[in-house]
């Protein structure tokens, strides 16, 4: 995953006015030599709840939700 998929994709959410966003690169899978797979994940808030997704070469997926006490709308943590 480069900075520059990251980048570009707060730029987007950005531009739609979305400028509070946790973004992430795509997460390793669970092998010993596991390589990342292209893309970004993101989650932000929204009046009554929260937006999450991803874009990966294959395209773009949403999904909403409500807020979770530990962490809000943000990702969960690369420990769980």
């Known amino acids: 995953m480069t900075e520059a998929a990251l980048e ?4 987007v959410l ?5 400028t509070e966003v946790d973004i992430q690169g795509m ?4 092998a010993s030599n596991a390589v990342p797979p292209p893309g970004a994940a993101f989650g932000f808030a929204v009046q009554g709840g ?5 874009v990966t070469p294959d395209g773009v ?3 909403a939700s ?3 006490a530990e962490w809000g709308c943000n990702l969960i ?4």
């Open 66 to 68: 409500g807020p979770v």
């Open 27 to 30: 997460r390793v899978p669970l």
């Open 50 to 54: 929260c937006v999450s997704g991803a």
């Open 14 to 18: 950005a531009s739609f006015g979305y």
């Open 61 to 63: 997926n949403l999904s």
């Open 8 to 11: 570009s994709t707060r730029r």
């Open 77 to 80: 943590g690369a420990t769980h």
